[in-house]
């Protein structure tokens, strides 16, 4: 005879939500490694990059985890005696897997929201955003680790004997089953590291000499512990109110999720931005190149412009206008080197990036030289014929 179900709640879009939330923090994920594979290399992986391997770990075994509580049932679901009466032995098998499964699920959901913590703190380390409160970061570390392992110990120790966090008949006690413990030291902890994480970048954020918009962008981007903060906030309220424990656990994958997006947007975005950078002729973002003086601008559409027929009146008039080229063209020259350089500067590019666009940069140089050599050369003509003009009429 076929073992009846024991589901205990008839959603039909739990388990496309749960596994459409794994795929986008899966999405995220993936496509961070690879930028970090094109940026450094394989081999040169730092700590918050394995770090988010072994997120991506946990989320998979929390994903499997929550929707097999959610197939089988748990102690959760059938907390009273009279329902865990009715229960066959195969149902019975089935209701204490799917409770062995909700335990596995606070394990992986704590290292998940751990893990992404330490993630945040390698970066803070890795751009160096923590060098002048160094004793603060050194604090936030050793914080971060305690209180992971006081999460750990609490869902350990929190009902004892151990066995009872899978007990059905005859039910266990509420703290074996709806763990309400675990979500407030679990919501505190998770709020006060937060709070911690976030004292490091903003003090650097408003000191930076940088625009308005850019630091609020910057801000949204180091403060993600923000949102990780509000959905556990939710999650409790939830908890409180006597929601089911197919909410509770969408709202624990909701969360989780979030965190992942929101720690992962900084190395994203490292690739992101410059596809919504114009470029101009020398590979740089065309916002950063500063243009010439509009002086100067005049200056050089008048040494380029076709000469005008017309008459001098003395050689040294021809020689006063090809002075005058003359110094056009070495202000040409200094300003195109110079915007140039400003431009290399500004953007940031590294060394490589540079030498890729010197062959441009070479180009705009070698023209004003050109031309500066070319005003030189009829310079000392147009002297040499003076001369001769002199010595002919005496």
């Known amino acids: 005879m076929a073992c009846t179900s024991t589901q205990f709640y008839d959603d039909g879009m739990y388990t496309p939500e749960i596994w459409t939330w794994f795929g986008v923090g899966t999405l995220i994920t993936l496509l961070r490694l690879i930028i970090r594979i094109r940026e450094v290399g394989l081999r040169k992986y730092q700590g918050d990059d394995y770090l988010a391997v072994a997120v991506w770990l946990c989320f998979a075994g929390k994903s499997v985890a929550l929707t097999m509580v959610f197939k089988y049932g748990s102690n959760m679901d059938y907390s009273t005696a009279e329902a865990a009466a009715r229960l066959s032995t195969c149902q019975l098998d089935k209701v204490i897997l799917g409770s062995k499964m909700e335990l596995i699920a606070w394990y992986t959901y704590s290292s998940i929201i751990w893990g992404l913590k330490g993630m945040v703190l390698f970066m803070f380390a890795r751009f160096r955003l923590a060098l002048d409160r160094l004793w603060l970061f050194r604090v936030l570390v050793i914080s971060t680790s305690i209180t992971y392992a006081a999460m750990l110990l609490t869902i350990s120790l929190g009902c004892l004997p151990f066995h009872r966090n899978w007990q059905v008949d005859p039910p266990p006690p509420s703290k074996c089953s709806m763990r309400m413990h675990d979500v407030y030291v679990s919501t505190v902890l998770n709020v006060v590291t937060d709070l911690l994480i976030l004292a490091i970048p903003l003090p650097t954020l408003c000191a930076m000499r940088v625009k308005l918009g850019k630091k609020i962008g910057l801000s949204l981007l180091l403060c993600s512990g923000i949102f990780v903060m509000s959905a556990a906030v939710i999650r409790l309220g939830f908890t409180l109110t006597g929601s089911t424990s197919s909410n509770l656990n969408k709202w624990c994958q909701r969360e989780t999720t979030v965190g992942i997006i929101t720690v992962n947007v900084p190395v994203l975005w490292s690739q992101i931005r410059p596809l919504f950078a114009k470029k101009t002729i020398v590979g740089l973002p065309a916002q950063r190149v500063q243009q010439p003086p509009r002086k100067t601008r005049n200056m050089r559409r008048q040494a380029l412009a076709p000469h005008r027929l017309g008459i001098l009146t003395s ?80």
Do not use: F, I, M, P
Not at 326 to 335: E, H, L, Y
Not at 344 to 367: M, N, P, Y
């Open 315 to 394: 050689s040294s008039d021809a020689t006063k206008d090809l002075e005058s080229r003359s110094v056009v063209a070495r202000t040409v020259k200094s300003d195109t080197t110079v915007a140039v350089d400003e431009a290399l500067k500004s953007s940031g590019v590294t060394s490589e990036e540079a030498t890729d666009h010197g062959q441009d940069c070479s180009l705009v140089l070698s023209e004003a030289e050109t031309l500066t050599g070319s005003y030189e050369l009829s310079e000392r003509d147009s002297q040499r014929q003076a001369s001769d003009d002199e010595l002919k009429s005496n």
